[in-house]
């Protein structure tokens, strides 16, 4: 494959983590909190402060789009306090021009006051909430350090969104023991007042049995074993194809579910919205509250770093030729089996964090996960084939409802035909 020189892009989103990898709580999960060894925090305080202009400044600037996002994110971004955001808003007032700007704080909940929410609510933050539901799901990971379950702390807070009105959407792990209650987490998540569902597969490896357990890095290519609590093959695609049947019949339209529209997306030929599904990496980069810039968050790595903003501008950093080759790399790197399978629109390989297995073929750097995405995306691409046409009539895709009800009691069911004129 020609290797194709960067150019400034248009438009890239930037993950900024204003409070680096710390958290108030310690889930077991977590791959960020060893990141503590790698992302130091500044030596002088003030730096803080520089690096938050510099960020804003720069990424309103360079965005040649009407609308730019803020992602804020951690560890937990709350911690910064809310002083913090507050001079991130006059920050951004200042240099916004005439384009417009929207907050997303993905944050675990539980510090969350009256405060908070006034302010979330005052300034239009897209809220999102991490939440494991049910109680036993979200409290058998989600604890605090001292090992404290996390679940009624972060109900609590839920209710003081509700009241203040500020619709949130929720970020759920999919590990080995939530696996196992698909039904379960989807209704739960849904009657908490969830309309947009996020689902992230928990596939961690570790070497040997060290305590503190020290994840091993993405592309390792020597001996290491699965984590406990990470997903068990079978289980992705069971989770995904349940909650599936669930929603197609039930929900389309009403919940959103990132999978899905992700899914539905590439099957439009259009945007998918999710890097983990795109045919390129690259354009989802990563800053710590310590100016570094890294190719992704789940490769804060040495080898990834490209460099300090209070060095080097980020415009610069986001065109250099080592985050276009990481990018690439993604498309480059694809097995064979990849290349030939039906489905490769919906995964194209999935996130190369999960490639550390052998193809058919014997080829490394195949998905973990691929058996699983397999079987999930051929079991729902006729549902999605028959939403593209809906979509191509100009009608809901939700119609595919009323078609699944027509369709029940036949041999197959998924055999979906668009509505003749």
């Known amino acids: 494959m020609d290797f194709c020189y960067p150019a400034t892009p248009k438009a890239f989103n930037v993950m900024f983590k204003p409070a680096g990898p710390d958290c108030n709580l310690k889930c077991t999960y977590c791959y960020y909190l060893e990141k503590k060894e790698i992302v130091t925090s500044p030596a002088d305080p003030a730096e803080h402060g520089k690096i938050l202009e ?90 605090y350090g001292d090992g404290r379950p996390s679940w009624k702390k972060t109900m609590h807070r839920l209710e003081l969104l509700h009241r203040f009105r500020i619709e949130f959407n929720t970020l759920s792990t999919i590990n080995h023991y939530s696996a196992e209650h698909p039904e379960e987490v989807y209704n739960f998540l849904k009657n908490s007042g969830s309309r947009y569902m996020q689902f992230i597969p928990v596939v961690e490896r570790q070497v040997g049995s060290a ?123 694809l097995t064979r089996q990849c290349r030939e399978c039906e489905v490769r629109y919906a995964c194209h390989g999935d996130c190369p964090k999960h490639r550390f297995c052998r193809s058919r073929d014997g080829e490394p750097g195949h998905s973990y996960l691929c058996e699983d995405y397999s079987r999930f995306f051929r079991y729902i691409t006729p549902h999605l084939d028959f939403m593209v046409r809906q979509i191509e009539r100009q009608q809901p895709p939700a119609g595919i409802m009323e078609q699944m009800k027509a369709n029940e009691g036949r041999e197959n069911p998924a055999d979906l035909q668009a509505p003749q004129n």
């Open 54 to 143: 510099k960020y804003i400044r720069e990424y309103i600037i360079a965005q040649q789009v009407p609308l730019v996002y803020f992602i804020w994110q951690g560890g937990e971004p709350s911690l910064a306090g809310l002083p913090y955001f507050r001079k991130a808003l006059e920050l951004q007032q200042t240099y916004a021009g005439d384009k417009e700007i929207i907050n997303v704080l993905q944050t675990n909940g539980t510090l969350l006051n009256e405060e908070w929410c006034r302010f979330l609510g005052e300034n239009g933050f897209l809220t999102g909430i991490s939440l494991d539901d049910p109680e036993h799901v979200h409290d058998r990971y989600r604890k």
């Open 211 to 333: 305590k503190p357990i020290m994840l091993v890095h993405p592309l390792n290519k020597g001996d290491a074993e699965l984590t406990p609590w990470s997903l068990k093959p079978g289980q992705l695609g069971n989770f995904l194809t349940r909650i599936f049947d669930r929603w197609v019949r039930n929900d389309v339209g009403k919940v959103f579910v990132q999978h899905f529209d992700t899914a539905l997306a590439n099957r439009a030929g259009a945007m998918p919205g999710l890097c983990t599904f795109s045919p390129r990496c690259g354009d989802a980069t990563v800053l710590e509250h310590n100016g570094n810039l890294y190719c992704c968050d789940h490769f804060v790595y040495p080898d990834y770093y490209l460099g300090n903003i209070l060095e080097t501008p980020l415009p610069t950093l986001m065109s250099s030729v080592k985050l276009a080759a990481f990018g690439q790399n993604k498309l480059a790197a």
